[in-house]
């Protein structure tokens, strides 16, 4: 993903997600490859966001759906943002 497109992400989590916050935008982590032959280590950017609230029922808002699809599919599923 490029740059200016990362920060608009980034962005529009912090505006309008009510339940997840970005914890960290700029974290790296090695992550080990599993395409290559000799299992290399990789330096991955990772977005680490956290929860402040228990998900559960509280009022839902319109939603920012391109942000939405965008993790959900990164994540496979697991993060939902429900955002507001």
Known sequence: MDERLY???VAVIRKHS???KVEDEDGYHEFTSDTCEE???VLVRCLTLRTDYAYG???RGHLRYDVEKIILGASH???RL???
């Open 39 to 41: 299992g290399e280590t």
């Open 57 to 59: 029922d509280y009022p």
């Open 77 to 79: 599923g697991i993060i």
């Open 7 to 9: 920060r608009q992400l």
């Open 18 to 20: 009510f339940q997840i």
């Open 82 to 84: 429900n955002m507001v």
